[in-house]
């Protein structure tokens, strides 16, 4: 008997089918960021980022082009097992020689080698206005007291609905289009309300336009605090959370972005009663919302726990958002979305129905038992056999391709 037929074995005196929930895996899309590859730089901008986000480090073989970030991102891809979407900001819009045009004015054809790109490898896309590392954009965007400075955000917005409307149209699938803006005080503010009054109406403009609501899924993302906005953000939870319930789009929710004992996991099955759909950026905080690496975690399980225990999964839009600049930057890409799905396989493969019943007998020490003996079931096996029906290498020897990589074609980025 193989070790998948031996783990199938066991998984299944806890009433789990191994092959089922290989099967639901296969189908989970997530949508993984291309800012992992360039330290959230883009293309349209020569200067540094900004909006009190960070990346650390300076690992060698940063991709400075559309080209080595497309070779990059194709290298990943090659040893995440299964069919996803490519994340994209505005900030990666390609200009043909020397054009140059500001984000209030980009358009669809500012993206068209990322749709030829996605079409020739049957991935999907998503976008992301970018309200930071920009002139414009040094204090305020959407909220901003400046009218001009409000405005010229707002038809960012706009411009990036387009955008994401000819992404869905030319791959056929809905674009999930993400709206964060950085603005806040790094001290106690005086008037709390009015910045938040003014972000409301730009929201109000951008989304009162006409657009295709079936192809584009905007979503609103909230946080707690950035570098030089401590004190103060616009875009709270709360905000964020009656703002998208009052419009009905999506509420996004990164688990970087609440105060360092809240958990995310908690949090989901509040807004599915509420919501019909919600987006997630998962991430990895360290101590702050340090955007590290994701991890196989108590935390990224529980969440995934959350994720498949939802009655249609496809409710929940799974992205990934971190960016570490002090390792191999492809290898981070790739680690991370492996303990993602990794961690959405440990949900797939929990007893649900024999657990929720536990609680409802209020056999709590059973309950517990059972949890924690669960936890050293041979996942490893239904993993291995997971990457060899999707063709992609399944131990630790994927790590040779990286090095392979490293040596041929990053470090000769000088
Ligand atoms: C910042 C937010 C946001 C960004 C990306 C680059 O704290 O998490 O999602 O990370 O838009
Ligand atoms: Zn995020």
């Given at each position: 008997m193989s070790r998948y037929e031996e783990a199938k074995k066991i998984y299944s005196r806890i009433g789990i089918d191994t092959d089922k929930a290989i099967e639901t895996l296969k189908n989970i899309p997530i949508s993984i960021h291309c800012w992992q590859g360039d330290d959230v730089i883009g293309f349209d901008t020569k200067g540094s980022l900004t909006g009190g986000i960070q990346t650390t480090g300076n690992y060698p073989g940063k991709a400075r082009t559309p080209e080595e970030l497309m070779a990059d991102i194709d290298k990943a891809f090659s040893l995440i097992p299964g069919k996803h979407k490519l994340n994209l900001h505005a900030n990666y819009a390609i200009f043909e020689d020397g054009e140059f045009v500001d984000r209030d004015k980009i358009e669809p054809k500012h993206f068209k080698k990322w749709v030829e790109f996605a079409k020739e490898r049957g991935l999907g896309l998503d976008f992301n206005p970018t309200f930071f590392s920009h002139p414009k954009a040094s204090s305020f965007t959407l909220s901003s007291p400046d009218e001009e400075i409000r405005k010229f955000w707002v038809n960012h917005a706009i411009a990036c609905i387009r955008i994401s409307e000819y992404f869905a149209t030319e791959l056929n699938q809905p674009c999930v289009m993400n709206i964060w803006i950085p603005d806040g005080y790094k001290d106690i503010p005086a008037d709390r309300i009015s910045p938040r009054a003014r972000f409301k109406k730009s929201l109000d403009e951008i989304l009162d336009i006409d657009y295709d609501k079936e192809k584009v899924l905007v979503c609103l993302e909230s946080k707690v605090f950035g570098i030089g906005m401590e004190s103060y953000t616009v875009g709270s939870a709360e905000f964020c959370l009656s703002y998208a319930a009052s419009k009905g789009i999506m509420p996004l929710m990164d688990n970087g972005h609440y105060h360092p004992t809240e958990v995310v996991s908690d949090k989901i099955s509040s807004l599915l009663l509420f919501n019909k759909n919600l987006a997630l950026h998962v991430t990895r905080p360290v101590?702050?919302?340090?955007?590290?690496v994701i991890l196989l975690d108590d935390e990224t399980k529980e969440i995934c726990k959350e994720i498949v225990r939802c009655d249609d999964i496809s409710r929940i839009k799974i992205a990934t958002d971190y960016f570490d600049a002090s390792i191999n930057r492809v290898a981070a890409w790739i680690i991370g979305v492996r303990n993602l799905q990794k961690a959405l396989l440990f949900g797939l493969l929990q007893p649900n129905n024999l657990l929720s019943n536990l609680q409802l007998k209020g056999e709590l020490t059973e309950l517990m038992m059972l949890q924690e003996e669960i936890k050293t079931y041979p996942m490893g096996d239904i993993w291995e056999e997971f990457c060899k029906q999707n063709n992609v290498i399944a131990t630790e020897e994927w790590f040779n391709e990286i090095k392979t990589y490293e040596k041929e074609i990053l470090s000769k980025r000088a």
């Open positions: 101590r702050w919302d340090s955007d590290h």
